[in-house]
T-cell receptor
C-alpha cells in the first residue's frame, strides 16, 4: 500500500534556530508534495506545493527564504524551517500526491519552539 | 479565494447513532471534494472522495455533493467509538492538487 513517512515525529528547537524535516513516499510515486502546517487550533495552512522538475509554488505568507524545500525525486522531499519562532510551532504535514486527486499524508512533524 | 466552512464544530452521538457533518464552499469552480479523518496524534487520512453530484456510499459512510448549492456532507451510520476523531472537508478547483481545508468537526461517539 501507499505510505508516507515523516521524520522526525517531533522536535523542539530554540527560538532563532532552524530545523529540517523529511518526507518519504513508499509504495508509489508522488508527482507532487504539498507541505501543510496545522496550527494548535487544528487549522490547515498550505505552505507550498512542490512538483518534481517544476518550480516550487509557495502560498501567500510563506517564502522560500523561510521554508526552503528540496524535492529531488518522486519519493523524497524535505523542508527546513529557518530561524524558527513561536508562531512557527505546529504540526507540519507532508501530503504526497499521486496523480492529481489522491494524496497520502504522513503523521507529521510536531515542532515546538522554546 | 476559496472559503470552506464546516459545521457543527463539534458533535456528540451515541454508539449506533447517525453522525451528519456539513461543509460549504465558496468557489463555483470547485471540482474535487474529500473527507479526511484525523485521530489524535496522527496525520489526516483520506476517508472518501466525491467528484460528482449525488451520493456516494462506502460501507457505513455516505458522502453527498450538491455543487450548485455549494454543499457537501458526510453521514456516518451506526457510529462506533473508533469513529471519534476530527473530520475535515477539503475542496479543490482542480488542476494541481491544492485543496483548501475546512476547520474541522470534532466527532465524539460515546458508548
Amino acid at each position: 500500500g501507499a505510505l508516507v513517512y515523516q521524520y522526525p515525529r517531533r522536535t523542539i528547537c530554540k527560538s532563532g534556530t532552524s530545523m529540517r524535516m523529511e518526507c518519504q513516499a513508499v509504495g508509489f510515486q508522488a508527482t507532487s508534495v504539498a507541505w501543510y502546517r496545522q496550527s494548535p487550533q487544528k487549522t490547515f495552512e498550505l505552505i507550498a506545493l512542490s512538483t518534481v522538475n517544476s518550480a516550487i509554488k509557495y502560498e501567500q505568507n510563506f517564502t522560500q527564504e523561510k521554508f526552503p524545500i528540496s524535492h529531488p525525486n518522486l519519493s523524497f522531499s524535505s523542508m527546513t524551517v529557518l530561524n524558527a519562532y513561536l508562531e512557527d510551532r505546529g504540526l507540519y504535514l507532508c501530503g504526497a500526491v499521486q496523480g492529481n486527486t489522491e494524496v497520502f499524508f504522513g503523521k507529521g512533524t510536531r515542532l515546538t519552539v522554546v | 479565494q476559496q472559503k470552506v466552512q464546516q459545521s457543527p464544530e463539534s458533535l456528540i452521538v451515541p454508539e449506533g447513532g447517525m453522525a451528519s457533518l456539513n461543509c460549504t464552499f465558496s468557489d463555483r469552480n470547485s471540482q474535487y471534494f474529500w473527507w479526511y479523518r484525523q485521530h489524535s496524534g496522527e496525520g489526516p487520512k483520506a476517508l472518501m472522495s466525491i467528484f460528482s453530484n449525488g451520493d456516494k456510499k462506502e460501507g457505513r459512510f455516505t458522502a453527498h455533493l450538491n455543487k450548485a448549492s455549494l454543499y457537501v456532507s458526510l453521514h456516518i451510520k451506526d457510529s462506533q467509538p473508533s469513529d471519534s476523531a476530527l473530520y475535515f472537508c477539503a475542496v479543490s478547483t482542480g488542476g494541481n492538487y491544492k485543496p483548501t481545508f475546512g476547520k474541522g468537526t470534532s466527532l465524539v461517539v460515546h458508548p
